[in-house]
């Protein structure tokens, strides 16, 4: 049973396409997070989801804009795709307390051409 | 804000050396302290964690102590072998709310045979 699960694990896409990444997760955790690694490996946080309403959303860009149907579940929609989008992003989750570390998805490797 | 250093690599080592990765953190509060690994092509997998100073977090041969007077958590392991050949991440979460794990760059670790 997969804890953490993206799909796709790789999406390329045209510039200026809207495209979406699912994210789920099993662990009965109330916190959820998109992360992006860069090509050089950095992680950096993008949205946290706790109990489905946001809690964290970083400078990011308006296009992008998560969604948490319920507390399983957080997508990330992407408007109007650009080059320097592409990267790996990955989904997370945690039991909202601070002594716990994260579980990762696999990862979704996205490429805008 | 919050920050975690580590060393800059990429490390390479022969199998059987010992392995340090120095990592240094900033922030408010007590955090708790975690590495992560990421093999090629995954996603990230918590290695270890320390949640109070003087803590050991052990897992698989590797081991890291929280020293709080030196703000630091260096990665340790006595004998490397090929298969530890990924890239680490040291991170932290501090105990205010839903904060959400701070990750260093990232070490990429080659051991050859």
């Known amino acids: 049973d997969t804890a953490v699960s993206q799909t796709p694990k790789y999406l390329v896409t045209q510039m200026g396409n809207d495209k979406s990444i699912k994210c789920e997760q099993n662990?009965?955790?109330?916190?959820m997070y998109w992360y992006k690694q860069d090509s050089k490996k950095f992680l950096k946080i993008m949205f946290s989801?706790?109990?489905?309403?946001?809690?964290i959303n970083e400078t990011v860009p308006n296009r992008f804009s998560p969604k948490s149907p319920d507390k399983a579940h957080l997508n990330l929609h992407i408007n109007s795709l650009e080059l320097g989008d592409s990267a790996v992003y990955f989904c997370?989750?945690?039991?909202?307390?601070?002594?716990?570390?994260?579980?990762f998805g696999s990862g979704t490797r996205l490429t805008v051409v | 804000g919050d920050s975690v250093t580590q060393m800059e690599g990429p490390v390479t080592l022969s199998e059987e050396a010992f392995l340090t990765i120095n990592c240094t953190y900033t922030?408010?509060?007590?955090?708790?302290l975690f590495w992560y690994v990421q093999y090629p092509g995954e996603g990230l997998q918590l290695l270890l964690k320390?949640?109070?100073?003087?803590d050991k977090g052990s897992n698989k041969g590797f081991e890291a102590t929280y020293r709080k007077e030196t703000t630091s958590f260096h990665l340790e392991k006595g004998s490397v072998q090929v298969s530890d050949s990924a890239v680490y991440f040291c991170?932290?979460?501090?105990?205010?709310?839903?904060?959400?794990?701070?990750f260093g760059k990232g070490t990429r670790l080659s051991v050859i045979a």
């Open positions: 997370a989750s945690s039991q909202g307390l601070h002594d716990y570390g994260y579980t």
């Open positions: 662990l009965g955790h109330d916190t």
């Open positions: 989801y706790n109990n489905k309403e946001l809690i």
């Open positions: 922030a408010t509060g007590y955090p708790s």
């Open positions: 320390a949640t109070k100073a003087d």
């Open positions: 991170a932290l979460r501090t105990p205010s709310g839903n904060t959400p794990l701070v």
